[in-house]
């Protein structure tokens, strides 16, 4: 008696789209964008200033979604790994030895329960690891998700739960195709999240670790802020010079700076066009 009919393509064709949903280069690419402008406003709006006003192109996320994101999607992929490798395997147990092989009857039995079991785990989770499992839900609830469809695929293939019509399976796949994806969105919200409330959580202290900035300029810039110290040369080229400077970021052609002494309950952010030629900037690292 053959137990592979048509349900054991169905699941191959919804690892298909799941596979397909994961490796889209459109999507990856999403995902880093919105990475980027998820930490990058979280971070923004703990530091005192909108996110819009730092003016980040697409490949500014890009550059800072990179690495996180990577380490998320390693992640994915090892747990899809893992799952065709239980499937290559119970699949030769249900070849071998029928719908009655032991492993395969308990596989069928307890693998429902992971829709609650996976969810109320990172619940549960939370209390210790409260980061990671603020991470981890969604994906454990897709994955709850996927390994309830998967045992009613087993079931199907053995016989023993009716199978769905190709409409509707067509329908379940897509269906599922689309939950995936919007938990790895809401995944990575989480995660930009979380790192960027870190970086903001630990920015004071880093304050005396940023590159020093050192401006001269033809005019006053009433550059306005504790610790920054204007000292005029001269009344001919650069006559301002501002000190007590650190940088903060370059992007959007605009530096944007912070002053020494900066912190959570005091702090100003300046901004200055780089292709301003009354000004000039000196970058210093200065460990003494």
């Not at 005192?48 to 890009?62: A, F, V």
């Amino acid at each position: 008696m053959s137990t592979e009919p048509v349900e054991s393509h169905d699941r191959g064709e919804l690892m298909r789209r799941i596979a397909a949903v994961i490796g889209n280069v459109g999507v990856f690419t999403a995902l880093l964008v919105y990475f980027g402008w998820v930490r990058s406003e979280v971070q923004a709006k703990a530091l005192g200033i909108d996110e819009s006003i730092l003016n980040m192109s697409t490949r500014d996320y890009l550059l800072r979604s990179v690495r996180p994101v990577l380490v998320l999607m390693l992640v994915v992929a090892l747990a899809v790994l893992v799952w065709v490798l239980m499937d290559q395997l119970l699949s030769m147990r249900l070849r071998r030895r029928g719908a009655n092989d032991r492993i395969y009857r308990w596989t069928c039995r307890l693998l429902p329960a992971a829709i609650i079991v996976l969810p109320l785990a990172g619940w549960v989770l939370r209390g210790r690891f409260p980061a990671t499992a603020y991470i981890a839900f969604p994906l454990l609830c897709a994955a709850g998700l996927l390994l309830l469809l998967y045992a009613f695929g087993l079931r199907s293939a053995a016989g023993k739960v009716p199978s769905l019509s190709a409409d509707n399976g067509g329908l379940l796949r897509a269906g599922t195709a689309v939950l995936i994806g919007i938990a790895l969105f809401s995944s990575v919200s989480n995660y930009a999240t979380v790192e960027g409330t870190e970086l903001a959580r630990n920015f004071e202290a880093q304050v005396p670790l940023l590159p020093g900035v050192v401006v001269h300029s033809t005019t006053a810039l009433n550059l306005d802020a504790p610790c920054v110290e204007l000292t005029r040369i001269s009344d001919k080229g650069y006559g301002c010079r501002y000190d007590g400077l650190r940088l903060l970021e370059h992007v959007g052609g605009q530096y944007f700076l912070i002053h020494d002494g900066w912190s959570r309950e005091f702090g100003v952010v300046m901004s200055l066009r780089d292709d301003n030629p009354d000004v000039r900037f000196d970058f210093v690292r200065d460990n003494r």
